[in-house]
Nanobody, 123 residues
């Protein structure tokens, strides 16, 4: 089992920045790729980005490339989602998820999930 707990969400003005954290515990988390998804009201949960187990590779959905970055600190079992240039359409609940393989973008491919943290971007 892997437990994931997100934090760092909140209210931010358009154009602002926010950093989300996801603290992982349980099985050897450093063996897992860690991804971020988001779900806006009334919409499907969508893939945002993922970082490989080693932290050496990242992959993002086109809509956030250049604005979002992901990093991880395996010593702290924590992954970060740094968001800049936020837009109202980035408003969503953001979820951290773990998968054994890297590069996966479908939510059903992720085995473990956090409870989510709300990000609200005001215009």
């Amino acid at each position: 089992q892997v437990q994931l707990v997100e934090s760092g969400g909140g209210l931010v003005q358009a154009g602002g920045s926010l950093r989300l954290s996801c603290a992982a515990s349980g099985r050897t988390v450093s063996n897992y790729a860690l991804g971020w998804f988001r779900q806006a009201p009334g919409k499907e949960r969508e893939f945002v980005g993922v970082i490989s187990a080693s932290g050496g590779n990242t992959y993002f959905v086109n809509s956030v490339k250049g604005h979002f970055s992901i990093s991880r600190d395996n010593a702290k079992n924590t992954v970060y989602l740094q968001m800049s240039g936020l837009k109202p359409q980035d408003t969503a609940v953001y979820y951290c998820a773990a998968a054994f393989d890297y590069g996966l973008a479908e939510k059903y491919e992720y085995e473990y999930w956090g409870q989510g943290t709300q990000v609200t971007v005001s215009s």
